[in-house]
């Protein structure tokens, strides 16, 4: 889910995720998880304690300041939106490092047999 800011209405949350604002938390399905107190300010959630309490990544891209929230994966998130190092040998094997092309254009294409 794309944010642009980060309070948000507990509808528009139930309508993007399915986690509904109820008396005993935030609930989807049959699970419910409790919210503190201080997540909700005149009526709208913060998204940095939604976020936390539902174990789901938000991560900032401050060049375009928006938020990116999700999605749900049973602690398996990234901590970040940089990539990391990855260094692969070319056509002729020498090593050639991806970040050398940082803030150009990149098409990657992946090709495997089976």
């Not at 107190?37 to 913060?46: E, I, N, P, Q, V």
């Not at 190092?85 to 803030?103: Q, T």
């Amino acid at each position: 889910m794309i944010l642009t800011q980060l309070d948000l209405a507990p509808d528009e949350l139930r309508r993007h995720t399915g986690w509904e604002l109820k008396p005993e938390g935030l609930c989807k399905d049959e699970r419910c998880v409790l919210l503190p107190s201080d997540a909700r300010t005149d009526g709208r959630l913060d998204m940095t304690v939604v976020a936390d309490c539902l174990g789901m990544p938000l991560v900032h891209d401050e060049r375009h300041e928006i938020w990116s929230l999700g999605p749900e994966c049973g602690d398996h998130v990234l901590t970040s939106a940089e990539l990391p190092a990855i260094v692969l040998e070319d056509v002729d094997g020498r090593p050639f490092d991806l970040a050398s092309l940082r803030g150009e254009k990149v098409l990657n294409a992946a090709w495997a047999s089976w």
